[in-house]
């Protein structure tokens, strides 16, 4: 079946740190593979997606690779803010549906950036 | 701005006493979609519509029912929510199969 599987947080930081959040995937086909991030008190917003293999997805300075060899999709930033502390979750959407979009999620990953 | 509006943003109800949560869309998305969050937890699909075609998810309560009466609007309603079902309902749409999901901002349920 399809899963997504994400490293356990919470992540601490200190401002400027580099960020990685590791996410690999199961799934038949081709999925198509998001970060959604979910600030506190808030519903998703969209960070990044990739549609095919070796696919960047990139915003706000947040990257994430489509690597198919290794199933993953590791979200990455060079240097964090404290504004960027939130839960992070990966996502995949199966390459057939069956005619609608569905999101399969991580558990999730609570980030967490000191000054 | 285009956008996914969910309201209340707090909702608190007694045991067993029915509730409706609404959202409406400006994006003119054929797909509608509620998800359930517990605290700490990943979203949870209950159902989606796409277009009028209701499509529930096999492990959905009964306790949950859904309605979209056009295109920008849809309702969740808990017949006799039980403390269990305190949680964020998010509410997302879709242009089509295999397309970006927008979020709204949520309700936050509260069963007393």
């Known amino acids: 079946g399809n899963s997504v599987t994400q490293m356990e947080g919470p992540v601490t930081l200190s401002e400027e740190a580099f960020l990685t959040i590791n996410c690999t995937y199961t799934a038949t086909g081709y999925p198509s593979l998001f970060w959604y991030v979910q600030y506190p008190g808030e519903g998703l917003q969209l960070l990044l997606k990739a549609t095919k293999a070796d696919d960047k997805g990139s915003n706000k300075g947040f990257e994430a690779t489509y690597r198919k060899e290794t199933t993953s999709f590791h979200l990455e930033k060079g240097s964090v803010q404290v504004s960027d502390s939130a839960v992070y979750f990966c996502?995949?959407?199966?390459?057939?549906?069956?005619?609608?979009?569905?999101?399969?999620f991580g558990a999730g990953t609570r980030l967490a950036v000191h000054p | 701005d285009a956008m996914v509006i969910q309201n209340p943003r707090y909702q608190v109800t007694q045991f067993g006493k029915p509730v409706t949560l609404s959202c409406s869309q400006t994006l003119n998305h054929n797909v509608m979609y509620w998800y359930q969050q517990k605290s700490s937890q990943a979203p949870k699909l209950l159902f989606h519509y796409y277009d009028k075609d209701f499509n529930n998810e096999a492990d959905t309560p009964d306790n949950f029912q859904s309605r979209r009466p056009n295109t920008s609007f849809c309702f969740l309603d808990i017949r006799s929510p039980g403390l269990g079902d305190a949680a964020m309902y998010l509410c997302?749409?879709?242009?089509?199969?295999?397309?970006?999901?927008?979020f709204g901002p949520g309700t936050r349920l509260l069963v007393l």
């Open positions: 997302a749409t879709s242009s089509k199969a295999r397309e970006t999901q927008y």
């Open positions: 996502a995949l959407s199966p390459s057939f549906s069956g005619g609608y979009n569905k999101l399969i």
